[in-house]
Nanobody, 114 residues
Framework: QVQLVESGGGLVQPGGSLRLSCAASGFTFSNNIMSWHRQAPGKERELVASISNTGRVTNYADSVKGRFIISRDNAKATVSLQMNSLKIEDTAVYYC???????WGPGTQVTVSS
């Protein structure tokens, strides 16, 4: 069955960096668009970034453009999110998704705090 498992979350100070990874299994990873989403307390889940199956096309939410980078390794079936210049408002649970399959990972907590 489809499985997505996120890792790399944690506590970081404002201005710091974190790298999230998502390990995928149970489907043909290289055929699928992948995306990262986040949900802050009391807010709706929102799309952060997406990447085409080849990795050539990426899209970002305006709030993270220029700070976050999404990438993928089709040989390892992983998708990553490099998060730089983190802000307090980036605090959320971050989820990996295979949109075409409607599958989500369990999420990983990112907390930006001094």
């Amino acid at each position: 069955q489809v499985q997505l498992v996120e890792s790399g979350g944690g506590l970081v100070q404002p201005g710091g960096s974190l790298r999230l990874s998502c390990a995928a299994s149970g489907f043909t990873f290289s055929n699928n668009i992948m995306s990262w989403h986040r949900q802050a307390p009391g807010k709706e889940r929102e799309l952060v970034a997406s990447i085409s199956n080849t990795g050539r096309v990426t899209n970002y939410a305006d709030s993270v453009k220029g700070r976050f980078i999404i990438s993928r390794d089709n040989a390892k079936a992983t998708v990553s999110l490099q998060m730089n210049s983190l802000k307090i408002e980036d605090t959320a649970v971050y989820y990996c998704k295979a949109p075409q399959l409607g599958s989500w990972g369990p999420g990983t907590q990112v907390t930006v705090s001094s």
